[in-house]
């Protein structure tokens, strides 16, 4: 994938985002302290952490375009899901004071205001804005493959459940039920925690390495596998950052190979591997030779008894 088709595909997501997110911040707040709902004025602060977030991961996003250098000889590629665990920082703080708030409501404050159906009006416009950004937002991360506004789009998409939950919010209150206003404040604090520990779970995935998927690793297998002369693929390594991967393999050869020969088909293989896995950007091949018995966890082994 073009570097500069990604980086256009980021700040067109971004931009789309931020413009979305400040329509419905303004609005959200303007109206929820014109009708007195505090449902609504916490789905305006929840929507402005969409705009905080937004910043944070384009940042993340942009900082892990830049190339290698001699100190990071593997790239930045971790610093999307930095910016990723930044941003569950944030949701973790802000969905504790909705709910605070919420709470105290609850016990010490009893005159609630039933909501009115311009509230109704801006749930609905909620609804629409966030399904159609948020799609977006998903498709475009995966597309460019960046962790960081997938979850982004992933964390745009709460609030069409929160809108949800304000528009039956408006519905329960008017039939003599307002104490629902600040429980649907609570509804819409729980929703924002949940997102916050789905996207520290895929962040954190993305710091240790995990591989994306166990069809990722046959794919490496078989690709390796149709090199003429390499066989038995073995011992793959797949160092998954989000938006790249680092493929560390080992491949059987012919024992009585000539070095020139072997060092080729590494290379083939490494070649063949970053064209037709385009998230892989470092392949790295060791060859051995044919029935050759190797324990290749024998360093590891080695180091956990010495500790």
Not at 110 to 125: G, L, Q, R, T
Not at 151 to 157: C, E, F, S, V
Request: with cysteine; proline share 3%.
């Amino acid at each position: 994938m073009a570097d500069d088709f990604r980086e256009k595909g980021g700040k067109r997501a971004a931009t789309v985002a931020l413009a979305a997110n400040v329509f419905l911040t303004v609005f959200n707040i303007v109206v929820g302290l014109g009708t007195g709902s505090s449902a609504l004025v916490s789905e305006g602060a929840h929507t402005f952490t969409d705009i905080v977030t937004t910043v944070i991961a384009y940042a993340g996003f942009r900082f892990s375009q830049k190339p290698a250098d001699f100190e990071h000889p593997l790239g930045y590629g971790r610093a999307e899901s930095l910016s990723g665990l930044f941003v569950v920082l944030f949701l973790v703080i802000v969905a504790w004071e909705v709910i605070e708030k919420a709470v105290k409501d609850i016990l010490f404050f009893h005159d609630y205001s039933v909501m009115s159906y311009e509230v109704a009006v801006m749930a609905v416009i909620g609804i629409v804005v966030n399904l159609i950004v948020s799609s977006y937002l998903i498709r475009m991360g995966k597309q460019i493959k960046s962790p960081a506004i997938v979850a982004d789009g992933y964390h745009q998409r709460t609030d069409v459940f929160s809108s949800v939950a304000i528009l039956v919010g408006v519905f329960i209150s008017n039939i003599g039920f307002p104490v629902f206003d600040p429980i649907i404040s609570i509804l819409i604090g729980l929703l924002i925690f949940r997102t916050a520990v789905k996207l520290f779970i895929m962040n954190y995935n993305y710091i240790v390495g995990k591989i994306p998927s166990d069809e990722f690793i046959r794919d490496i297998e078989n690709i390796a596998n149709s090199v003429p002369g390499a066989s038995n693929a073995h011992d793959i390594k797949v160092d998954y950052m989000g938006n790249y991967a680092v493929v560390a393999l080992h491949v059987e050869i012919d024992g009585e190979m000539r070095l020139n020969d072997s060092h080729k088909i590494a290379h083939e293989i490494q070649d063949k591997i970053l064209e037709e896995k385009q998230e892989v950007r470092y392949a790295i091949v060791h060859t051995c030779p044919v029935g050759s018995e190797y324990n290749h966890n024998q360093r590891i082994n080695q180091t956990e008894s010495d500790d």
